[in-house]
C-alpha cells in the first residue's frame, strides 16, 4: 500500500499567495522527499529531510517533518505560475537495504496569473 | 548529459501482445525502479534494483518482470500484455550510496493497451 498521503488533493492559488501541501505517512521513515511534476513530464526532486532533521529550506522551499504525528509540510512562498504542477510526497523506510521510493497520490497546485 | 532515457516515449499495444520498455542511465547510479502512474492513484513501484545483478518487488509486481545484467540498463517487460496495464510508466534511479539520495526520473513511457 502506499506511503504518503498527500493533502489537499488539488489547491489553487493567486500569483503572489504561500502554497502548502501536507503529507501523512504511516510507517518509520529514514527520510522524506518532494518532488515536483509538471504535466506530461518525468518527477523532478525538490528537498530531502532526514527523519532527524524538523525543517529545511531551500530558496522558497520550506520543509518541516514531524515524526511524532507522521507528517510533513511543504510551503512554497511567493508563489509564481511558472510553481503549477503537481507535487509528490515520498519516504524512504528505516532499516534495512532496501531503498525504495514510495510516493503518494499527489497535489494539483495552480497558480493563477 | 542525458541522465536518464526511456524508450519508446509511447506505443499502443494489443492484449496479449510481449513487451519492453527501455531504461537506461549514464550516472553510475546504483538504484533503479519502475513506477506506473495511474490518475487518482499516483506512483505505484513495479520492481526495483539496489545494484546490478540484484531486483525485488515492489507494491505492484505482478504481469511484469526486469533485469538487472549491467550499471546503465533497468529493462520492463510485460510479457503478455492486459488492458489494465495501461499507464505511464517511470523508470528512475538514485547512487544508492545510503538512503539519503534522491531520485532521477526519466521522461516516462506512455503505453495503451487495447
Not at chain 1, 510533513?72 to 524512504?92: G, H, K, P, Q
Not at chain 2, 499495444?13 to 549514464?26: I, K, W
Not at chain 2, 507494491?59 to 518482470?65: H, L
Amino acid at each position: 500500500s502506499q506511503q504518503g498521503e498527500e493533502d489537499p488533493q488539488a489547491l489553487s492559488i493567486q500569483e503572489g499567495e504561500n502554497a502548502t501541501m501536507n503529507c501523512s505517512y504511516k510507517t518509520s521513515i529514514n527520510n522524506l522527499q518532494w518532488y515536483r511534476q509538471n504535466s506530461g513530464r518525468g518527477l523532478v526532486h525538490l528537498i530531502l529531510i532526514r527523519s532527524n532533521e524538523r525543517e529545511k529550506h531551500s530558496g522558497r522551499l520550506r520543509v518541516t517533518l514531524d515524526t511524532s504525528k507522521k507528517s510533513s509540510s511543504l510551503l512554497i512562498t511567493a508563489s509564481r505560475a511558472a510553481d503549477t504542477a503537481s507535487y509528490f510526497c515520498a519516504t524512504v523506510d528505516s532499516g534495512g537495504s532496501n531503498y525504495k521510493l514510495t510516493f503518494g497520490k499527489g497535489t494539483l497546485l495552480t497558480v493563477n496569473p | 548529459i542525458a541522465g536518464i532515457t526511456q524508450a519508446p516515449t509511447s506505443q499502443i499495444l494489443a492484449a496479449g501482445r510481449r513487451m519492453t520498455l527501455r531504461c537506461t542511465q549514464d550516472m553510475r547510479h546504483n538504484a533503479m525502479y519502475w513506477y506506473r502512474q495511474d490518475l487518482g492513484l499516483g506512483l505505484r513501484l513495479i520492481h526495483y534494483s539496489n545494484t546490478a545483478g540484484t531486483t525485488g518487488k515492489g507494491e505492484v509486481p505482478d504481469g511484469y518482470s526486469v533485469s538487472r545484467a549491467n550499471t546503465d540498463d533497468f529493462p520492463l517487460t510485460l510479457a503478455s500484455a492486459v488492458p489494465s496495464q495501461t499507464s505511464v510508466y517511470f523508470c528512475a534511479s538514485s547512487a544508492g550510496q545510503g538512503a539519503y539520495t534522491e531520485a532521477f526520473f526519466g521522461q516516462g513511457t506512455r503505453l495503451t493497451v487495447v
